[in-house]
């Protein structure tokens, strides 16, 4: 199983770009896909989960700034940031499991590599 994150980069504070990522080597019928983060000196955390049937989770700091989407038929999902905030930089990376509350927690099946995205003030 390979997860594929990509779209991360350097962006301007109030910049809106949007990571990808896909996952192959099996099929993921009912799993839920997220996004993680980590930023420098700091504990990774979880940021955005969406389940197979499209509910999503987000931790508060992104609420209502990032969104979590799926595309079940290419097994992919994205996140979407807009308004970037400098404290948003980290390493972005994805992740699979079965249970979306397990990811929420921090656990997962599946990790894919991180994506840095930078953002400047």
């Known amino acids: 199983v390979q997860l594929q994150a990509s779209g991360g980069g350097l962006v301007q504070a109030g910049g809106s770009p949007r990571l990808s990522c896909v996952a192959s080597?099996?099929?993921?019928?009912?799993?839920?896909m997220g996004w993680f983060r980590q930023a420098p000196g700091k504990e990774r955390e979880f940021v955005a989960v969406?389940?197979?049937?499209?509910?999503?989770y987000y931790v508060d700091s992104v609420k209502g700034r990032f969104t979590i989407s799926r595309d079940n038929a290419k097994s992919t999902w994205y996140l979407q940031m807009n308004s970037l905030k400098p404290e948003d930089t980290a390493v972005y990376c994805c992740?699979?499991?079965?249970?979306?509350?397990?990811?929420?927690?921090?656990?997962?099946?599946?990790w894919g590599q991180g994506t840095q995205v930078t953002v400047s003030s």
């Open positions: 992740a699979l499991d079965p249970l979306s509350f397990r990811l929420r927690r921090g656990g997962a099946d599946y």
């Open positions: 080597g099996r099929t993921f019928s009912g799993y839920s």
């Open positions: 969406t389940t197979w049937d499209g509910s999503t």
